[in-house]
């Protein structure tokens, strides 16, 4: 009996952090703009702090890259960045949306402003050494391009920070099922993009998104 109820509880979540993701995604994508247009928009629920709007942010986080190094919010914060959730042994997705990473990749590898973070579903067996090997498949550096691993249920945590949908399945391919949204961060920590990375001519337009969020930085 205790383990139907905690089978219930964990379904009920994974089904409020799927609609919640769902909802989130339809505003992300209904408040696409021109991208000739201005600062790119705010994404997320605003807060006040003494009288002030806050944009939403990314949490703060740690988890241990291909090298098995620690890395944490604050090693990112003098980045913009653009994120993704997949793993390894993906039989469905993560190759497309990783073929559309590497498009992000070489328009802006000596971009020294701009990093890329992957991140692993699958910890288990995404271990560090074989993120290390599955970078050195795409033949990217990983001092550009990170692969992050950590604990299982934080890395599904925190996809739903980046509103990208990502719970354990049985009947999904590879038992995770997954969105292909590529997200993009700037320095804090706030949401300023989204994209469908199985969507080659959505990321067109991403790319033109990274382009005026770069811009923003060479005013200041």
């Given at each position: 009996?205790?383990?139907?109820?905690?089978?219930?509880?964990?379904?009920?979540?994974?089904?409020?952090?799927?609609?919640?993701?769902?909802?989130?995604?339809?505003?992300?994508?209904?408040?696409?703009?021109?991208?000739?247009?201005?600062?790119?928009?705010?994404?997320?629920?605003?807060?006040?702090?003494?009288?002030?709007?806050?944009?939403?942010?990314?949490?703060?986080?740690?988890?241990?890259?291909?090298?098995?190094?620690?890395?944490?919010s604050t090693d990112l914060d003098p980045y913009i960045y653009?994120?993704?959730?997949?793993?390894?042994?993906?039989?469905?997705?993560?190759?497309?949306?990783?073929?559309?990473?590497?498009?992000?990749?070489?328009?802006?590898?000596?971009?020294?402003?701009?990093?890329?973070?992957?991140?692993?579903?699958?910890?288990?067996?995404?271990?560090?050494?074989?993120?290390r090997k599955y970078a050195q498949k795409l033949k990217v550096?990983?001092?550009?391009?990170?692969?992050?691993?950590?604990?299982?249920?934080?890395?599904?945590?925190?996809?739903?920070?980046?509103?990208?949908?990502?719970?354990?399945?049985?009947?999904?391919?590879?038992?995770?099922?997954?969105?292909?949204?590529?997200?993009?961060?700037?320095?804090?920590?706030?949401?300023?993009?989204?994209?469908?990375?199985?969507?080659?001519?959505?990321?067109?337009?991403?790319?033109?998104?990274?382009?005026?969020?770069?811009?923003?930085?060479?005013?200041?």
């Amino acid at each position: 009996m205790k383990l139907l109820t905690l089978q219930k509880n964990t379904l009920m979540r994974n089904n409020l952090n799927i609609i919640t993701t769902l909802l989130v995604t339809v505003v992300l994508f209904s408040c696409k703009e021109d991208p000739n247009k201005g600062p790119l928009p705010y994404y997320g629920e605003k807060s006040f702090v003494n009288g002030d709007t806050v944009n939403y942010q990314i949490p703060e986080f740690k988890f241990f890259d291909q090298d098995s190094n620690a890395v944490t919010s604050t090693d990112l914060d003098p980045y913009i960045y653009v994120t993704d959730f997949f793993f390894t042994t993906c039989p469905s997705i993560c190759p497309i949306v990783k073929k559309q990473m590497l498009r992000i990749y070489d328009k802006y590898k000596d971009n020294p402003k701009l990093k890329l973070v992957s991140h692993t579903l699958d910890p288990k067996r995404d271990t560090a050494g074989k993120l290390r090997k599955y970078a050195q498949k795409l033949k990217v550096s990983t001092e550009k391009w990170i692969f992050l691993t950590g604990d299982k249920d934080s890395l599904i945590d925190m996809s739903a920070n980046y509103f990208i949908s990502a719970y354990e399945d049985d009947d999904a391919p590879g038992g995770i099922d997954h969105s292909g949204l590529v997200v993009l961060i700037d320095t804090n920590r706030n949401v300023r993009a989204s994209a469908q990375g199985t969507d080659p001519d959505d990321i067109t337009e991403f790319l033109l998104d990274i382009d005026r969020l770069l811009m923003e930085y060479e005013k200041d």
